[in-house]
C-alpha cells in the first residue's frame, strides 16, 4: 500500500473512492446486518487511512465521506426515530502520546493555564448505543443509533431489559430527557446464548457485541426478552432543561434514577490522571465479565464541554482510548471434531501455542464447516487469533502470503470420529431447510456423546454427584468401570470384587472413596423431575423435565408413557402434547430417544438401581394454584430455590419478570426495578412473611 505521504492527487482521488466503498460495507456489515467481517483494529486501520488522506488533500473529501458519518442507515423492519439531538461519535486515540495530545488540545482551545483539568475516564462498554426518551419521568420511547440522525424504534425490546426503569426513580429529572447508553451482553450469558444455539442448529454470534445487537433487533420482543442483556447509562441527548453542571454529577443522577453506571468510571485530573485510568482499566479489563474496548475519556465540567462543541461527526471534549487489538499470529496445525452430548460435532482448531492478551490460547472454536470454508482456513496456515469477548479465542483468518504450498482446502469429514464412525449428517429443520450443524447419529453408542451424557449426568442440576468432577468422571469412563450412569451405582458393589481398588486410584485416600461413595448413595433416591432431566434427552432441560414429572407423576407412568410416544401411540402423544409448554421439538426427541433399544436399556438398568420419588401433581385447590409469581429482592427466610419449589407445588406458576400477566409479587429487602414495574402495573405485592403466613394457613 502506498505511503499516504507519497500518493499523487489522482491516486488519492483513487484510493478515497476504495475506501469509502470498502468502509461503507464494512459498517453495513456490522450497523445493519450485526456480523462485521474485519476485526476492529482493521476497521479502525481504513478510517485512519481515510482521514490520513482527506488530511493531506482537503479539498478531495467527498461529499458523504465515511469520515463524517456514523453507523449505517436503519433496518426497514423498525419505524424510524429522529433523535432529539443527534447521537454521534468519538474519535479514536490509540497511544499515550494521543491521550496527552487530547489533553493539550483541549487546553489550547480553551486557553487555560497550567492548573490540571478535570476528565472522567469511563470504561467504552462495547455493545451498541440506545436512547430512550423519558417524558414526565416515563419512557416513551427507545431507538438504537441508526445513522445518527435517525435510529430504529426498539422501545417494545428496550422495555424488556431489566437495568431500563420503566419510570425514573426520585427527583430532578428534566421533563424530557433522551438518556443515552450501552446495551451489552456479558460473557458468561454470550456464552451461553451460542451454546443453545450450536445446540438448536442456529446460527452463532461472533461476539458478544453482536450478539447483543441481533437480540435488540427482534421483531419479536419477546426473543428479546429472553436473552440477558444488561444496559449503562452514560450520556444524554436531548434535554428540557439542564440537570448537571459535570459529567460526573450527571452520572451520580443517572445512577439515582435508577439506571446502572459504569462502577470502573473515575474522575481523574491532568493528562497524568488520564494515563493512570488508562491503566487501571486495562488492569480490571479480564475480570469485568463484559467486553469493554478502551477507556472514555470525557471533560467533566460541562460548560467547557459546551463551549468547546462538536468537529463533525464527534465531539471535542471527549475521545476513546481504545485498547490494542488482542490479537496474534500463529500456525494452524490440524483442525479437530469434537462430539457435543447429542451429537452435534463442532470443528475445534489447534493451534501452535500463542500469548493472546497474556493468555496462553491453544484451540479456538471454529463453530461449524461453514465457517471453515468462508475463511477459507487449510492446515498449515499462519492465521491471525483474537480473543473476542476478551475469553473465547477465535480465528480472524489466514494470512494468504504465508501459505504452505500444497495446503489443501479442508475437507469436513463426513465421518464421526468416534469408533463407530457414523456418516455424519446435515441436520435439517423441521421445514426441511439445512442447518449448519453435522451430528452423529451414534447416540450412546458413541463413546464421545457417552462421556459428554455422563457429565450432564453428574451435573448439579442433574443427580449432583459431588466428587465426580468431569476429570474423575474421564478416569472411570477411560478404565472401562463408568460407562453408563447405572453404572455409578453399582461402583461400591464392583469395587468388591475388583482387582484395582477404589482406594488405590490417583492415591485417592480411604475417606475421600468413602466420601464418593456417600455422594452417590445419597442421590440414590432422587425426585423424578431429576431422574427426567438427568437422562440428557435432546431439548428436555430442567423446566421441562419438571413438567413432565407433574404431568406423569411417577416414573413408571412415565416410561411407559415413553415406550408409547415412541411406538407413536396417538393418545400417548396427544397426552404429552397436552401438558404445559412442551410442542413438537419435545414430543420428537423424546419420541427418538426411547425407540432406540440401547437408550432404553441404559434407562431401565438406572432405573433399577434408584428410587424414584413421584412428583406432586400441581395443586388446584390453594390460594395461588394457577397464579403467576414473582419473587425479587433478598429473600431471609428461604433460598430462591426453596420459594420457587414451594410456589410450584402450590401450583403456582414462577417468572423471573414482572409483566400485565403477574398476579403477585413478593418481595424481600433491596427489591428495585421488579417491585417498582409491580406497583405501577398494580400488581399485589406482598412481603415474604405474607407470602408464609398465606401458603401455610
Ligand atoms: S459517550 C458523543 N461514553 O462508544 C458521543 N460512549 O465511539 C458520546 N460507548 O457511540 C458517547 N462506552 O456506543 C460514551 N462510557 C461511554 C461509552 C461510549 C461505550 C460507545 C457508544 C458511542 C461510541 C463512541
Not at 429472553?226 to 445512577?255: H, I, M, N, V
Not at 390460594?623 to 410450584?648: C, I, N, P, S
Amino acid at each position: 500500500m502506498i505511503p499516504v505521504d507519497d500518493l499523487t492527487e489522482a491516486q488519492a482521488v483513487e484510493e478515497l473512492t476504495r475506501l469509502a466503498d470498502e468502509i461503507t460495507r464494512h459498517d453495513l456489515a456490522y450497523h445493519r446486518d450485526d456480523a462485521p467481517t474485519i476485526s476492529d483494529a482493521d476497521y479502525d486501520a481504513l478510517k485512519r487511512r481515510n482521514l490520513d488522506i482527506e488530511d493531506r488533500f482537503p479539498h478531495l473529501i467527498r461529499e458523504n465521506s465515511p469520515s463524517t458519518r456514523v453507523g449505517a442507515p436503519r433496518a426497514e423492519q423498525f419505524s424510524p426515530v429522529t433523535h432529539g439531538t443527534p447521537m454521534l461519535s468519538l474519535d479514536n486515540a490509540f497511544s499515550d502520546e494521543d491521550a496527552l495530545e487530547f489533553d493539550a488540545r483541549i487546553r489550547r482551545f480553551l486557553k487555560l493555564d497550567e492548573t490540571p483539568i478535570r476528565y472522567t475516564a469511563e470504561p467504552k462498554i462495547d455493545g451498541l448505543s440506545a436512547s430512550i426518551r423519558y417524558e414526565k419521568g416515563v419512557l416513551v420511547q427507545g431507538a438504537t443509533r441508526g445513522d445518527g440522525r435517525v435510529g430504529e424504534d426498539v422501545t417494545a425490546n428496550l422495555l424488556t431489559i431489566r437495568d431500563i426503569p420503566h419510570k425514573l426513580a426520585g427527583s430532578g429529572w428534566p421533563e424530557v430527557i433522551e438518556v443515552r447508553g450501552e446495551v451489552y451482553l456479558g460473557h458468561a450469558e454470550f456464552a451461553a446464548l451460542n451454546a443453545a444455539a450450536t445446540e438448536a442448529g442456529d446460527k452463532t454470534y461472533a461476539n458478544p457485541r453482536n450478539a447483543a445487537a441481533g437480540s435488540l433487533r427482534q421483531i419479536d420482543s419477546t426473543i428479546t426478552a429472553r436473552r440477558p442483556l444488561k444496559f449503562f447509562a452514560y450520556a444524554w441527548g436531548l434535554l428540557s432543561e439542564k440537570f448537571a453542571d459535570s459529567q460526573w454529577e450527571a452520572l451520580e443522577k443517572l445512577k439515582s434514577w435508577g439506571f446502572q453506571t459504569t462502577p470502573q468510571s473515575v474522575c481523574v485530573e491532568g493528562a497524568e490522571g488520564l494515563l493512570a485510568a488508562y491503566a487501571a482499566m486495562e488492569a480490571a479489563r479480564p475480570n469485568l465479565g463484559y467486553d469493554i474496548d478502551g477507556v472514555v475519556y470525557k471533560v467533566d465540567n460541562l460548560d467547557w464541554q459546551r463551549r468547546l462543541g462538536f468537529v463533525s461527526r464527534a465531539p471535542r471534549w471527549g475521545i476513546a482510548r481504545k485498547f490494542p487489538a488482542e490479537q496474534a499470529r500463529t500456525v494452524l496445525e490440524a483442525i479437530d471434531l469434537q462430539v457435543g452430548r447429542t451429537g452435534a460435532v463442532t470443528p475445534v482448531a489447534r493451534l501452535r501455542p500463542v500469548t493472546v492478551g497474556g493468555v496462553s490460547v491453544t484451540n479456538a472454536t471454529l463453530h461449524n464447516a461453514d465457517e471453515i470454508a468462508r475463511k477459507d482456513l487449510r492446515v498449515g496456515d499462519t492465521v491471525i487469533v483474537q480473543r473476542a469477548g476478551d475469553v473465547i479465542p477465535q480465528i480472524v483468518g489466514a494470512i494468504l502470503e504465508a501459505r504452505p504450498e500444497g495446503a489443501e482446502p479442508f475437507a469436513f469429514p463426513d465421518h464421526c470420529p468416534c469408533p463407530l464412525k457414523t456418516p455424519l449428517a446435515r441436520e435439517t429443520t423441521a421445514s426441511g431447510a439445512e442447518t449448519v450443524v453435522r451430528r452423529c447419529t451414534g447416540e450412546l453408542a458413541c463413546p464421545f456423546q457417552r462421556i459428554e451424557h455422563l457429565k450432564h449426568f453428574v451435573s448439579r442440576r442433574a443427580f449432583d454427584i459431588e466428587g465426580l468432577g468431569e476429570k474423575q468422571l474421564q478416569g472411570f469412563f477411560d478404565d472401562g468401570m463408568i460407562r453408563e450412569p447405572a453404572d455409578i451405582f453399582l461402583l461400591e458393589e464392583r469395587d468388591k470384587t475388583s482387582l484395582k481398588k477404589l482406594k488405590d486410584r490417583d492415591r485417592a485416600g480411604e475417606t475421600s472413596v468413602a466420601n464418593l461413595l456417600a455422594a452417590i448413595e445419597s442421590r440414590r433416591t432422587i425426585p423424578l423431575d431429576r431422574f427426567i432431566y438427568g437422562l440428557g434427552i435432546r431439548h428436555i432441560g430442567e423446566q421441562t423435565a419438571l413438567v413432565m414429572a407433574r404431568g406423569y407423576g411417577s416414573a413408571a407412568e412415565f416410561l411407559s408413557a415413553m415406550d408409547k410416544v415412541a411406538a407413536r401411540d396417538p393418545e400417548a402423544i396427544a397426552e404429552l402434547d397436552a401438558l404445559d409448554q412442551i410442542g413438537d421439538a419435545v414430543i420428537e426427541a423424546a419420541a427418538a430417544f426411547f425407540a432406540e433399544d440401547h437408550n432404553r436399556g441404559m434407562v431401565q438398568r438406572l432405573h433399577d438401581q434408584l428410587t424414584v420419588q413421584d412428583a406432586e401433581k400441581p395443586k388446584t385447590d390453594t390460594a395461588v394454584a394457577g397464579k403467576t409469581v414473582v419473587f425479587t429482592g433478598a429473600l431471609e427466610r428461604m433460598t430462591r430455590d426453596e420459594a420457587k419449589a414451594q410456589a410450584e407445588a402450590l401450583g403456582a406458576k414462577v417468572s423471573s419478570s414482572v409483566s400485565k400477566k403477574t398476579d403477585l409479587v413478593v418481595a424481600g429487602p433491596g427489591a428495585g426495578s421488579k417491585l417498582k414495574t409491580a406497583t405501577e402495573l398494580g400488581i399485589q405485592v406482598m412481603t415474604e412473611d405474607e407470602w408464609l403466613a398465606m401458603v401455610s394457613a
